[in-house]
């Protein structure tokens, strides 16, 4: 079961504070898979928990250059719980992590 991000948060602070006040709820994220295109500048990030629910953002968190919506994906992974470097995300569109 999906839980897509529907409130239009439009940017990037937006998608943190959206995972800030539901991660508790969500509970334990064991899988994170971003989708990159920065050429059509399309991006996707799935956080999967335990329980196989998954947690989309679609646009405001992004990956694969040097920018805010990349610093966005690393917040919102190191507080999902993956311990992940600026030039990892700046330099990967698309990525898998596991726990």
Do not use: W
């Amino acid at each position: 079961m999906a839980i897509t991000l529907k409130k239009d948060v439009g940017y990037t602070q937006g998608a943190i504070e959206f995972y800030k006040r539901y991660k508790d709820a969500f509970g334990e994220v064991v899988k994170a898979k971003m989708i990159g295109d920065t050429e059509n500048v399309n991006y996707k990030l799935t956080l999967t928990n335990s329980n196989e629910e998954e947690l989309v953002f679609n646009g405001e968190l992004t990956s694969g250059y040097g920018g805010e919506g990349c610093r966005g994906t690393k917040t919102v992974l190191e507080l999902a719980g993956f311990p992940i470097s600026d030039e990892f995300i700046s330099t990967h569109e698309s990525f898998e992590l596991n726990k």
